[in-house]
Structures are given as C-alpha cells and as structure tokens.
C-alpha cells in the first residue's frame, strides 16, 4: 500500500515562507503526475498544484507568483516553497496525485497544518 508522508508546516507570520515535503513509500513516484491539496477549516479539499513526471508545473490562481512545486524523483519526493504567504493560506496540506478529475491513492497522509498569523 502506498504511504504519502507530508511535512513541513507551521506557524509563520504572513508575509513569510515555508517549505512543505512529501515523501512516497515506493518507487512508482517518478512515473505520476503529483499534486498539492490543502483543505481549508470547514471547506473543502481543493487542488493547489501539480508537477508532471517531467517537472510541468500548473497553480491555481491564488497561488501563481507565490508558491513553487518541484519534486526530485530520485528521493520519491515532492515539495512546495510557499512564499509571500497570506491570511487565506491556512489549511491542512496533503499530497497525492490526480487522475481523471478524481485521485491515484484512495489513501492520504495525515497531512501538514499551515498557519499564518497577521
């Protein structure tokens, strides 16, 4: 069973930065396109950003010019530089990986709380 591990969050005054990681259990890694999730306090789980197996890059809007997805397929690692970080960034983040409009892994990690204060 894949295990996606995510880390990396914490309190950071707005304006600052964090670095989140996400570490897969098994080799398969390098072949999916991956993505970042964050689930907000009482909405939904929405879709931050992806990086396809080559490194191709798509952000949602709110997060264009802010934060970097890239990953190092040799660790079966992904990560996300946050920076410029704003009131409306706090959420629990997770990891997984899109497939036709749903997710690879029906199992997610326990995810990483990040915190902004003003």
């Known amino acids: 069973q894949v295990q996606l591990v995510e880390s990396g969050g914490g309190l950071v005054q707005a304006g600052g930065s964090l670095r989140l990681s996400c570490a897969a259990s098994?080799?398969?890694?390098?072949?999916?396109?991956m993505g970042w999730y964050r689930q907000p306090p009482g909405k939904q789980r929405e879709l931050v950003a992806t990086?396809?197996?080559?490194?191709?890059?798509y952000y949602t809007d709110s997060v264009k010019n802010r934060f970097t997805i890239s990953r190092d397929n040799a660790k079966n690692t992904m990560y996300l530089q946050m920076n410029s970080l704003k009131p409306e960034d706090p959420a629990v983040y997770y990891c997984n990986a899109p497939l036709n409009g749903g997710f690879r892994f029906a199992s997610w990690g326990q995810g990483t709380q990040v915190t902004v204060s003003s």
């Open positions: 098994r080799s398969f890694f390098s072949i999916y396109t």
């Open positions: 990086i396809t197996s080559d490194g191709s890059p």
